[in-house]
């Protein structure tokens, strides 16, 4: 099969999968704004190109518009981009020709997030290439990118809702998708969503979180609800405790300034962490309309009881501070475990552990969840740890459950093993997609499933708010550890004292190799 035929059955698949509507027949232009900054260039772009090569943004509909305050040409652009998109020496002629053909759908415009006539000259670009795709008016979908700092967001709605709309409602669309960080506390994030939501209705605005796009947090649902073995232990009668877990092993490395805004919990557990901690403990949705599924998710957040000090550590890694562009006596925390506790019928007593730091021993993210003791023990094997099952986020995306099983042998003794999916080694010659290749997708069918609803994010503001507000005033001291261990001792203290985990002990789960 020929790279174009291939192209035409993966978009008629794509058609045909599309959310209950019909096909939308008009073009498609996707404008990124910060079209200069990083992460367009190391994730928006790059997105772009797979769907491009996938057949999902066909040439004779797309056009891809990159707008920023840099004065450069369209050449320019792509020339900056191309590196990003395709490791040259490792390329193959075909993907050498399929960057070339994506970079000349892109088209720059230069100009101020502010000005009126500059957006007014996007509009006119936007429109010329609708012209040329024989676009009815109106008919045409724009999907605005904001790779933008959210401090920009409400002047560059303004100027979009001003002077970059359709013009009529004939089947097309406008919508905007904007990144986190959705403010810093309760109160600013309240005045953001007021600020766009008095501009675009809720329907077109797409907060994206990219952690809701990785392959495994995609599968928790079907693995939760699809599964008759899961609906009877999913609860406090058989977890003791859900760990939620993301380590990296390297610093700021250049961002501390940036960083020091915000620290671990507003940059990860406020929003990555909280949102797989929504996916694990919500309830059953009435059905996978984007909107139950959201109740769900605002429904559990809700039942969060408010955090206590005492179920709280704060880590700041040894070296944080000689970083030039963080302040001297930063108390700004790397490192956090908070104990999340949920008040409602299901998980009453269930310790949900959020921990995320920097410079930490490893680089991982998984979900941990630790059931019960087996009652009378006949074969005084609690000493080798309790059942887990276990989703390993990344890297080596996998899932699988440790049991004690017999010791192969004739004695009668038990050692603890695991049943084992790995992803690289049961799916292989398959590539599991980027994060943003599938949020972007979504922007683009209308599904709003794997974004952040407005009451959904003041639900987690109002969690955490309280705390940010005490480590901001000093109140809440981060304590120091050294680079390249598990965090502060006081964390562990916490894990195993408050949350109740047990440790299991001359286990090591070994990715399979192929």
């Known amino acids: 099969m020929g790279t174009s035929e291939w192209h035409c059955e993966k978009r008629s698949s794509f058609i045909n999968e599309d959310l209950e509507s019909a096909p939308e027949t008009g073009s498609l232009s996707i404008i990124v704004l910060g079209a200069s900054g990083d992460l367009a260039k190391k994730k928006t772009f790059p997105a772009l190109f797979n769907l491009y090569r996938q057949g999902f943004l066909p040439a004779d509909e797309i056009c891809i518009f990159g707008y920023a305050r840099t004065k450069i040409s369209d050449d320019e652009l792509r020339n900056r981009l191309h590196g990003f998109l395709v490791k040259e020496k490792d390329a193959s002629p075909e993907q050498l020709q399929d960057v070339s053909k994506f970079l000349h759908l892109i088209k720059y415009v230069s100009g101020s997030y502010d000005s009126e006539n500059d957006f007014h000259l996007l509009d006119k670009k936007i429109s010329e290439h609708e012209s040329s795709t024989n676009s009815a008016e109106g008919s045409s979908r724009r999907l605005f990118y904001l790779a933008l700092p959210p401090s920009i967001y409400p002047s560059v709605c303004k100027m979009i809702k001003t002077c970059c709309m359709n013009k009529s409602d004939l089947?097309?669309?406008?919508?905007?998708?904007?990144?986190?960080?959705?403010?810093?506390?309760?109160?600013?994030?309240?005045?953001?969503?007021?600020?766009?939501?008095?501009?675009?209705?809720?329907?077109?605005?797409?907060?994206?979180?990219?952690?809701?796009?990785?392959?495994?947090?995609?599968?928790?649902?079907?693995?939760?609800?699809?599964?008759?073995?899961?609906?009877?232990?999913?609860?406090?009668?058989?977890?003791?405790?859900?760990?939620?877990v993301s380590k990296e092993d390297f610093g700021t490395e250049g961002r501390g300034g940036y960083f020091d805004q915000y620290g671990i919990i507003r940059d990860i557990i406020q929003n990555h962490l909280l949102q797989i901690f929504c996916l694990v403990a919500m309830e059953k949705p009435v059905?996978?309309?984007?909107?139950?599924?959201?109740?769900?998710?605002?429904?559990?957040?809700?039942?969060?009881?408010?955090?206590?000090?005492?179920?709280?550590?704060?880590?700041?890694?040894?070296?944080?501070?000689?970083?030039?562009?963080?302040?001297?006596?930063?108390?700004?925390?790397?490192?956090?475990?908070?104990?999340?506790?949920?008040?409602?019928?299901?998980?009453?007593g269930v310790p949900f552990i959020l921990k995320a730091g920097k410079a930490l021993n490893s680089r991982k993210a998984d979900i941990r969840v630790q059931f019960k003791d087996v009652p009378g023990d006949i074969f005084k094997c609690k000493k080798q740890g309790r059942n887990e099952f276990v989703?390993?986020?990344q890297p080596s995306e996998a899932m699988y459950m440790k049991l004690t099983v017999k010791q192969p042998g004739l004695e009668m003794s038990t050692v603890q093993s695991e049943l084992d999916l790995s992803y690289r080694q049961r799916y292989q010659g398959v590539t599991i997609p980027e994060a943003?290749?599938?949020?972007?997708?979504?922007?683009?069918?209308?599904?709003?499933?794997?974004?952040?609803?407005?009451?959904?994010?003041?639900?987690?503001?109002?969690?955490?708010?309280?705390?940010?507000h005490s480590i901001d005033k000093g109140e809440f001291k981060s304590i120091p550890y050294q680079p390249g261990t598990r965090g502060p001792a006081e964390a562990d203290e916490l894990l195993l004292e408050k949350a109740g985990y047990v440790q299991t002990h001359g286990y090591i789960w070994i990715p399979p190799t192929l």
């Open 287 to 348: 059905s996978l309309n984007p909107e139950h599924i959201r109740d769900e998710k605002v429904k559990v957040l809700q039942s969060v009881l408010p955090l206590k000090d005492d179920d709280v550590v704060l880590g700041q890694y040894e070296g944080y501070r000689d970083d030039s562009t963080v302040p001297d006596h930063s108390n700004t925390p790397t490192f956090a475990t908070v104990i999340l506790r949920v008040h409602n019928e299901r998980w009453e």
């Open 391 to 393: 989703i390993r986020l």
């Open 436 to 468: 943003y290749e599938r949020l972007i997708l979504d922007t683009i069918k209308g599904d709003q499933q794997h974004f952040v609803r407005r009451d959904e994010l003041k639900a987690s503001w109002e969690i955490f708010t309280p705390l940010l």
């Open 171 to 244: 089947g097309g669309w406008t919508r905007v998708v904007v990144e986190k960080p959705f403010g810093k506390d309760l109160e600013s994030a309240e005045q953001l969503s007021t600020q766009i939501g008095e501009l675009f209705e809720e329907p077109q605005i797409y907060r994206i979180d990219h952690y809701l796009g990785k392959e495994l947090v995609q599968n928790m649902l079907v693995l939760r609800f699809a599964n008759r073995l899961f609906l009877p232990l999913w609860n406090r009668d058989n977890i003791a405790n859900v760990q939620i």
